[in-house]
């Protein structure tokens, strides 16, 4: 009989690989991702199965299913090397993968013919399975794919990383996955609100576990900087210096660390090793701008400030931060980097232009977006010493529901605004309505209704007042 699209699907489904992981490209860029993956395999031999599966699905992504053949062929010969005794277990997402990729082919055949692998290998190793197996590794595989995939992934990661030490739970390589997924899930947390959960034990039981893994170690390093204790860490970024002098994902998080410590030119000295190493690489492009943007905020902070060197850490921070946008154009965080850092040259037309840009695109995430509007609102009142422009937009950051660090800024520095406009005896109707409106968004509806008093009576017929007045007087 032949096999058809339709009598596919459903065992395709049922399959455990990056296809059937959800993972979405919306939030990678995929070329960007591909150098990573690339570079890892460089560094690190014994990720080479997982990694060339991960990669076989970006080039599927990037519409290169030869190309994406070609990985699972070299993850297939890394199983024979490394798993001589295991191929069947160790080739579920591999083959899996092979049978989704023949399947966007439209080779039927062969697509059954790696359903049927997978089938009976799950029927070797456990008499219920079908083609869905809970294997440890194939939730660790999981974890670090969902890793690479970006922040909406990283609670996933966990949980899989989590599942996969419930049968192991002293596994190195599983534990270094979870201390990374936490740890970066508090990295977020910090940043975009999320409920923070303490990653410092986790990073330190992956650390002891795991000696030869320096880049977990500089993470435990930076952490332990974050808690204040950065003297603890260093010895384990001086250690890590000593046993990977040239391994680029260690020296990123020492380049950082040193960085945050105040140590900027050590900082540039270890990325530029990095970068020779992996010239390609985004982080790598963005750290080193920001560090050159930390330069030029120190120098200009100067009673002299030789202009040719201003002008060349400009230039240096701009080319840098620019490339990692170009390289991964979903970086919006950069986007704020780099127009801060135009108004930092007073290159005021160009940071205009940058915001403007990320401000149009209709891809931007709410948290991501909440942030450009604050940074845009510090730079129409301290720069363009626009007050009422920055008003605008630190009320747009405090639109967005999310609750976190902020969001908090944009509602303290507009409230300072206006408060100071008020008192000041400059305000009008129009400035006590905005901050019944920013009390209003804050929840706190008695201050708002106060202020839209106050409003209405030097402004009587203005309805958008009279209207807010009545609905909150309405919800109390």
Same mark, same amino acid.
């Given at each position: 009989?032949?096999i058809? *699209?339709?009598?596919?699907?459903?065992? =395709?489904?049922?399959?455990?690989?990056?296809?059937? &992981?959800?993972?979405l490209?919306?939030?990678?860029?995929?070329?960007? =991702?591909?150098?990573?993956?690339?570079?890892?395999?460089?560094?690190?031999?014994?990720?080479?199965?997982?990694?060339?599966n991960?990669?076989?699905?970006?080039y599927?992504?990037?519409?290169?299913?030869e190309?994406?053949?070609?990985?699972?062929? #070299?993850?297939?010969?890394?199983?024979?090397?490394?798993?001589?005794? %295991?191929?069947?277990?160790?080739?579920? +997402?591999? &083959?899996?993968?092979?049978? &989704?990729?023949?399947?966007?082919?439209?080779?039927?055949?062969?697509?059954?013919?790696?359903?049927?692998?997978v089938?009976?290998?799950?029927?070797?190793?456990?008499?219920?399975?079908?083609?869905?197996?809970?294997?440890?590794e194939?939730?660790?595989?999981?974890? &670090?794919?969902?890793?690479?995939?970006?922040?909406?992934?990283?609670?996933?990661?966990?949980?899989?990383?989590?599942? $996969?030490?419930?049968?192991?739970?002293?596994?190195?390589?599983?534990?270094?996955?979870?201390?990374? $997924?936490m740890?970066?899930?508090?990295?977020?947390?910090?940043?975009?609100?999320?409920?923070?959960?303490?990653? =410092?034990?986790?990073?330190?039981?992956?650390?002891?576990?795991?000696?030869?893994?320096?880049?977990?170690?500089?993470? @435990?390093?930076?952490? @332990?900087?974050?808690?204040?204790?950065?003297h603890?860490?260093?010895?384990?970024?001086?250690?890590?210096?000593? #046993?990977?002098?040239d391994? /680029?994902?260690?020296?990123?998080?020492?380049?950082?660390?040193y960085?945050k410590?105040?140590?900027?030119? *050590?900082?540039?000295?270890?990325?530029? #090793? !990095?970068?020779?190493?992996?010239?390609?690489?985004?982080?790598?492009?963005?750290?080193?701008?920001?560090?050159?943007?930390?330069k030029?905020?120190?120098?200009? *902070?100067?009673?002299y400030? /030789?202009?040719?060197?201003?002008?060349?850490?400009?230039? =240096?921070?701009?080319?840098?931060?620019?490339t990692?946008?170009?390289?991964?154009?979903v970086?919006?965080?950069?986007?704020?980097?780099?127009?801060?850092?135009? !108004?930092?040259?007073?290159?005021?037309?160009?940071? %205009?232009e940058?915001?403007?840009?990320?401000?149009?695109?209709?891809?931007v995430?709410?948290?991501?977006?909440?942030?450009?509007?604050?940074?845009?609102?510090?730079?129409?009142?301290?720069?363009?010493?626009?007050d009422?422009?920055?008003i #605008?937009?630190?009320?747009?950051?405090?639109?967005?529901?999310?609750?976190?660090?902020?969001?908090?800024?944009?509602?303290?520095? +507009?409230? $300072?605004?206006?408060?100071?406009?008020?008192?000041?005896?400059?305000?009008?109707?129009?400035?006590?309505?905005?901050?019944?409106l920013?009390?209003?968004?804050?929840?706190?509806?008695?201050e708002?209704?106060?202020?839209?008093?106050?409003?209405i009576?030097?402004?009587?017929?203005?309805?958008?007042?009279?209207?807010?007045?009545?609905?909150?007087?309405?919800?109390?």
């Amino acid at each position: 009989s032949t096999i058809s *699209k339709d009598s596919l699907k459903p065992s =395709l489904l049922q399959l455990e690989c990056h296809f059937t &992981w959800t993972l979405l490209k919306e939030y990678v860029s995929l070329e960007a =991702l591909e150098e990573t993956i690339l570079d890892h395999i460089k560094f690190f031999e014994e990720y080479s199965i997982i990694d060339y599966n991960t990669l076989s699905y970006v080039y599927h992504l990037k519409n290169s299913n030869e190309e994406a053949l070609r990985c699972l062929r #070299k993850a297939e010969e890394a199983i024979k090397k490394k798993h001589p005794g %295991e191929i069947d277990r160790r080739s579920i +997402v591999t &083959w899996g993968n092979y049978a &989704w990729i023949y399947y966007h082919m439209q080779r039927y055949e062969e697509a059954q013919t790696y359903v049927s692998k997978v089938e009976n290998s799950c029927k070797k190793l456990s008499s219920t399975a079908h083609g869905k197996i809970q294997l440890p590794e194939i939730y660790a595989e999981q974890g &670090w794919a969902s890793l690479r995939f970006g922040r909406n992934y990283f609670e996933r990661a966990k949980n899989c990383f989590e599942n $996969a030490l419930e049968s192991e739970p002293d596994n190195p390589d599983f534990y270094s996955g979870y201390a990374i $997924a936490m740890y970066r899930l508090e990295g977020v947390a910090k940043v975009y609100g999320d409920e923070r959960r303490p990653s =410092l034990e986790a990073l330190k039981r992956a650390a002891e576990l795991n000696p030869k893994d320096t880049a977990t170690a500089a993470m @435990l390093a930076l952490e @332990l900087q974050r808690l204040g204790r950065g003297h603890e860490g260093e010895r384990y970024i001086e250690e890590g210096l000593q #046993k990977t002098p040239d391994y /680029p994902l260690f020296l990123r998080h020492a380049a950082n660390f040193y960085r945050k410590k105040g140590q900027v030119n *050590k900082a540039v000295e270890i990325l530029q #090793k !990095a970068l020779a190493l992996t010239p390609n690489s985004v982080v790598l492009h963005h750290q080193l701008g920001l560090c050159y943007k930390f330069k030029l905020f120190q120098l200009k *902070k100067r009673s002299y400030t /030789p202009q040719e060197e201003i002008e060349n850490l400009l230039q =240096l921070a701009i080319f840098h931060i620019k490339t990692a946008i170009d390289k991964k154009p979903v970086f919006f965080s950069a986007y704020n980097d780099l127009a801060n850092t135009y !108004a930092l040259g007073e290159r005021y037309e160009e940071a %205009e232009e940058v915001f403007q840009e990320v401000l149009h695109r209709n891809d931007v995430p709410c948290e991501d977006r909440q942030q450009i509007y604050f940074n845009y609102g510090k730079f129409q009142q301290f720069n363009m010493k626009s007050d009422s422009k920055a008003i #605008k937009y630190y009320i747009e950051g405090l639109k967005i529901e999310k609750d976190c660090y902020i969001r908090e800024k944009c509602s303290e520095t +507009v409230k $300072a605004l206006l408060k100071q406009k008020i008192e000041s005896g400059l305000g009008d109707a129009a400035d006590i309505g905005t901050l019944g409106l920013v009390y209003n968004l804050n929840g706190k509806k008695q201050e708002a209704i106060e202020c839209y008093e106050k409003a209405i009576a030097l402004d009587p017929s203005n309805e958008e007042y009279l209207n807010a007045l009545a609905e909150l007087q309405l919800s109390i």
